[in-house]
């Protein structure tokens, strides 16, 4: 039996416990018994959770995130790219990125940036920068409105209303087919 094998079982005793049941027999344990602690069930359940965790992160207790320039460049294989799945909602750009930067390992890879990818949509004819009280923003182009990129409102909670960029399921699948492209498109820059 391996150390995750084992943290597997310890990880499953202290559920047991923190349930009130006997780990070895399924078989509830009196009321009166220290598991039924409200404390002790409670600190049970954090160790049960941690332990999940660890078991999650392969039997790591923790990893050192590397500094951005100690990590290797963005990049995905085979299996992480035929794994890019859009939403099934209209999405922004950033949250569009946010699903291919769930493939990588954040702690040793730099993620793909949002700004890599509206430069290489503004490359292709499908958004293009407008200035807003001197901030750059992105709106699309009549060819990017065909794809499936809209504006939308966005209400922030202080009641302003924010124009964004939003993809469709059919604009982010375009995004993923070329994220090959993308990934040279931001070696390049």
Not at 11 to 19: D, F, G, I
Not at 133 to 143: I, R
């Amino acid at each position: 039996m391996n150390d995750l094998d084992i943290m597997k079982r310890a990880q499953s005793y202290m559920e047991s416990l923190a349930n009130g049941k006997d780990p070895l027999t399924g078989n509830e344990l009196p009321d009166t018994d220290i598991v039924n602690n409200v404390r002790v069930s409670r600190c049970l359940f954090y160790v049960s959770d941690v332990l999940k965790k660890v078991i999650e992160n392969g039997g790591e207790v923790q990893r050192e995130k590397l500094k951005r320039a100690d990590k290797a460049d963005f990049a995905l294989t085979a299996e992480q790219t035929d794994a890019l799945r859009p939403a099934d909602d209209d999405i922004s750009l950033s949250k569009t990125v946010g699903i291919i930067n769930a493939q990588i390992d954040a702690y040793t890879m730099k993620k793909l940036q949002r700004k890599i990818v509206a430069d290489w949509l503004k490359e292709k004819g499908l958004l293009r920068e407008v200035v807003i009280n001197g901030k750059t923003h992105y709106n699309p182009t009549s060819e990017g409105e065909l794809m499936g990129i809209r504006l939308a409102d966005y209400h922030t909670p202080e009641g302003n209303t924010v124009k964004y960029c939003a993809f469709s399921p059919d604009a982010q699948q375009f995004i993923f087919d070329n994220i090959d492209v993308i990934i040279e498109y931001a070696s390049q820059e």
